[in-house]
């Protein structure tokens, strides 16, 4: 991410993200005390779920965490220069004929197919003294190894010249925690690491985590829950809010009750109304599918301690907030979209989506301010 793509000017800017640098270390320390001598480590793929991945490597490393997992080589090079002394780890495996670039930057790849353990395997005896892990599938079918691709590769000590320290696997549904698929993925588990008895193993992400001392093994893996996102569907959120998006009022506009607001005269004012036009829209990440319509409504807003709905359709580059009940409101005042007071999840949930997408899709034109550390 280039900051030439982030305005620098905060009075020139729609919309203002606020990431919470103390909000997010917190976090990670009150998942790091649930889990008692595990190791709590963090993920940070997705650009530190929009956070920033410079800024929350920085952040969580200070806080005390060892070990980042990141998705792609190019996101493990990025911490490396933050993190020099840290243990990092690329869920997405060992690319093609990318081994020496890992070793460059030390950077662990999580094996999980037979041609990637061949691969490292073809490294290490060439001299490679990098370090791996090694995913087996459980029950989700995305990565990770088929059990008995393990078992055979393990008959054939194969396992042995990789240098691995971790085992791992991934949990598909930990975020319903009554889910059998839970148990039935940490049986297999069980079973599977028996093949490499010595080697710390690893199944919870967040939810993980938050579902039960069972899960926690000898290391965790949360990314969501780091950055204040709901892990666990049914129970309330216990972690701290990370990032706050905020926009830009920049007219205050009466309507009477005969009228309509936005693209597609979606939405019908049953009321003389007063709407305050916000500066985000979907071109910012803020989702198109939390419109509101005439048939159901949409995401709100947070204005000095009201709630305003938006009114018709997200369009490119604006909203339309109802702030008839709320006194005050005015041409350059700032609105909350998601934050302290809408939880991200509420807005994705109006969407359609997880958190998970409107953290990490956060548009490039806010101005962004890390506060806290
Ligand atoms: C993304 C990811 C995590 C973190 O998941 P959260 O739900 O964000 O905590 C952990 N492990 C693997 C394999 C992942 O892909």
New binding site residues.
């Given amino acids: 991410m280039g900051a030439a793509d982030i305005s620098e000017k905060m009075h020139l800017a729609g919309g203002r993200l606020t990431v919470d640098l103390t909000a997010l270390a917190d976090n990670w320390s009150s998942l790091d005390r649930r889990t008692g001598q595990a190791v709590t480590a963090a993920?940070v793929?997705g650009n530190g779920y929009g956070t920033g991945l410079e800024q929350a490597t920085q952040a969580l490393a200070n806080a005390g965490c060892s070990t980042f997992?990141v998705a792609l080589p190019d996101e493990g090079i990025r911490v490396r220069a933050i993190a020099p002394k840290t243990t990092i780890y690329v869920?997405n495996g060992l690319f093609e004929e990318a081994a020496t670039d890992y070793a460059d930057a030390d950077l662990r790849p999580v094996l999980s197919s037979v041609p990637e353990v061949e691969e490292w395997s073809a490294f290490r005896r060439s001299g490679g003294t990098t370090k791996a892990a090694l995913h087996i599938d459980t029950g989700m079918n995305r990565l990770g190894m088929d059990v008995t691709d393990a078992a055979t590769l393990s008959e054939e000590n194969a396992f042995d010249n990789l240098g691995l320290t971790l085992v791992m696997s991934?949990l598909a549904c930990a975020d319903l925690p009554d889910h059998a698929h839970n148990r039935q993925q940490l049986d297999r588990f069980h079973q599977a690491r028996a093949m490499l008895p010595d080697l710390p193993a690893s199944i919870a992400?967040?939810?993980g985590v938050l579902i039960g001392a069972d899960y926690h093994l000898d290391l965790v893996?949360?990314?969501?829950?780091l950055f204040g996102g709901d892990?666990v569907q049914g129970e309330p959120n216990p972690m701290r809010p990370v990032v706050t998006l905020e926009a830009r009022v920049l007219q205050v506009r009466a309507a009477s009750h005969t009228e309509t607001v936005g693209y597609g005269a979606a939405e019908s004012l049953d009321r003389a109304s007063l709407l305050a036009i916000a500066a985000v829209g979907y071109a910012d990440g803020y989702p198109r599918h939390a419109s509101s319509s005439d048939e159901a409504s949409g995401g709100r807003a947070w204005i000095n301690g009201f709630s305003a709905p938006i009114v018709g359709r997200v369009s490119m580059d604006l909203i339309a907030l109802d702030v008839t009940d709320i006194p005050g409101i005015k041409r350059g005042d700032w609105v909350e979209l998601f934050g302290l007071n809408v939880p991200v999840d509420e807005v994705a949930e109006r969407a359609d989506t997880i958190g998970?997408e409107l953290l990490t899709r956060i548009g490039q034109r806010h101005h962004r301010t890390y506060v806290g550390e």
Avoid at 221 to 225: C, F, K, S
């Fill in positions: 993920v793929k997992f869920l991934h992400n967040s939810a893996r949360p990314g969501i829950a892990a998970y």
